[in-house]
């Protein structure tokens, strides 16, 4: 059986966050379920639900932000895939006992109250991957 029991979200980076809200508003008729900043990242975040999954409109607010760098370097789309865990610790560790890089050694809080912890995207099929623990 997959540790991963859903899809939490998919993150996308945007420039201008209330004009990617709107463009989600407009296109597909989705509406904002959650927003919030995330200042240990330097991030502000949207969250537009779609069935139980979210897709997050990421922006960053302040230049030193991770997200400003991705903006910079390959300019606004797909950030990175959050999948939802049972257990982020323990999913954690069994990543690490694989021999992949993670970002963070232990899970820390993310938005909404989750637990969190990053996957590097070398080693993971080049594809940042955040776990996700409700
Ligand atoms: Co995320």
Known sequence: MSELTEIDHVAIAVRDLDAAIEW?????GCEVAHREVVESDGVEEALLRVADSYVQL???TRADSPVAAFLERRGEGLHHVGYRVADCAAALERVKAAGHRVIDEVPRPGSRGTIVAFIHPKGA???LIELVQE
């Not at 989600?24 to 597909?28: A, G, I, K």
Request: charged share 20%; proline share 9%.
């Open 24 to 28: 989600y508003r407009e296109t597909f």
């Open 125 to 127: 099929l080049g594809t």
């Open 58 to 60: 990421l922006t960053p």
